[in-house]
């Protein structure tokens, strides 16, 4: 069994899917960003960064239990104990690892600040919004040309689809547009159809969309404006 601690944001979704995709049993632990649970020395001692997600797995083939933390090294880690998701062949290995990455130091650290200036902040920073927004756009289109080329951004459907799908599908969140980027949209609806996909991204809650209420988008950017400061 594996002790999945989480939350409902994409770097804990990226856990979530996977462990979905590759139909492993887990027991959720919901962790209170709000609370400043992820804070407290008990979590500190899974994650001594304090972040979610953490992972850990009690059927580790040492027989000792094993904790992984960093959404990137957790994904590897899963599709190794399996076989799937990340190909052994030399070649093929490295094209989805190197699109992990493109998420884990492109994709993800862009959209967040995206986020942090679009979303966050009451003060609107409009040189900073540019910046970053027009940034995560120009990382939409290299995964665009990327798609054109095809079907999945590694050879076949991996941990990269996952990870770059989890951050690239909240794109209206950031106020960052993917019109005229259609081998990306394609590639989204094709994610969106896979049952592990929508099932993943329901853990721990299901979120509805906030861009649809107004009054829970900003609760939601008040809760994670404060979080800005811890």
Known sequence: MIDLYTASTPNGHKASVTLEELGLPYTVHAINLGANEQKQEWFLQLNPNGRIPVMVDHDAPSGKDITVFE??????????????????????????????????????PMMGQANVFFRY????????????????????????????????LGQDYSIADIANW???????WSGVSV???PNLRRWLDAMKERPACRKGIEVPVKIESLLK??????????????????
């Not at 994904?75 to 884990?104: C, D, H, N």
């Not at 609107?124 to 990382?139: F, G, N, S, T, V």
């Not at 209420?213 to 811890?230: C, G, N, S, V």
């Open 71 to 108: 959404t990137g090294a957790m994904m590897i880690y899963l599709a190794e104990k399996t076989g799937r998701l990340l190909p052994s062949e030399p070649q093929a290995r490295a094209e989805v690892i190197q699109w992990l990455m493109f998420q884990m130091s492109g994709i993800g």
């Open 121 to 152: 902040f009451p003060e609107k920073i409009q040189p900073a919004i540019d910046r970053y927004q027009h940034e995560c756009r120009r990382l939409f289109a290299v995964l665009d040309r990327r798609l054109g080329d095809s079907a999945w």
């Open 166 to 172: 989890c951050w690239v599908r909240t794109y209206k």
């Open 179 to 181: 019109d005229g980027l």
């Open 213 to 230: 209420d107004e009054q829970a988008a900003q609760a939601f950017a008040e809760q994670a404006r404060k979080q800005l400061q811890r």
